[in-house]
């Protein structure tokens, strides 16, 4: 079965860049997208088709996704940007989701 | 603005089944939408169950296959979820979603999720 990979955690400084990323066999040819989830909340997309931002989603977020890897560049960093990441991609009529980054601003 | 609302009991007895349904609300299940069933375990990542469309055709999660169904009910504006055999692995947040329009999947709207605990 497919597989996404993710880093348990990142740590970013406020105002530097944050990445993100998810691996997967020739991910690029898939399309990807990412989701924030805040404790105790419902998941949120972020992006979606490897690099498009949803309507009100800051444009601090971007994406990327060419090889085996997707990447969330999150720019200039917010102590609200403090959330797990969750990248997701569909193969073979199966939705897979990567295990989840947890994203710290310190 | 579409909103998505799970219901069913919050304990379920080991061995049972687990029922639940999402209402949707703001838009049409009729849609060219794909309806998705997501949990997450307590502290744990995201695990996707299945989906269906409005014509009734599913794709499952192969790991649970053998256990879920996803029915569509369009005259309530909603779907379901079943899951028979539950066991305390089963306990988990329980999200319904739906698909973005544009190619591959993606779920723009989620609902606000409900526990579900497998009890011995």
């Known amino acids: 079965s497919y597989e996404l990979i993710q880093a348990p955690s990142v740590s970013v400084s406020p105002g530097q860049t944050a990445s993100i990323t998810c691996s997967g066999d020739?991910?690029?040819?898939?399309?990807a997208c990412w989701y924030q989830q805040k404790p105790g909340q419902s998941p949120v997309l972020v992006i979606f088709q490897d690099s498009k931002r949803p309507s009100g989603i800051p444009e601090r977020f971007s994406g990327s996704n060419s090889g085996n890897t997707a990447t969330l560049t999150i720019s200039g960093t917010q102590a609200m940007d403090e959330a797990d990441y969750y990248c997701q991609a569909w193969d073979s009529s199966t939705v897979v989701f990567g295990g989840g980054t947890k994203l710290t601003v310190l | 603005q579409v909103q998505l609302q799970e219901a069913g009991p919050g304990l379920v007895r080991s061995s049972g089944t687990l029922s639940l349904t999402c209402a949707v609300s703001g838009g049409s299940i009729d849609s060219n939408n794909w309806w998705t069933w997501v949990r997450q375990p307590p502290g744990k990542g995201l695990e996707w169950i299945g989906e269906i469309y409005h014509s009734g055709t599913t794709n499952y999660n192969p790991s649970l296959k053998s256990r879920v169904t996803i029915s569509i009910d369009k005259s309530k504006n909603q779907f379901s979820l079943r899951l028979t055999s539950v066991t305390a692995a089963d306990t988990a947040v329980f999200y319904c979603?739906?698909?973005?329009?544009?190619?591959?999947?993606?779920?723009?709207?989620w609902g606000q999720g409900t526990l579900v605990t497998v009890s011995s």
């Open positions: 979603a739906r698909t973005g329009y544009m190619s591959g999947r993606y779920f723009d709207y």
């Open positions: 020739k991910l690029g040819d898939k399309y």
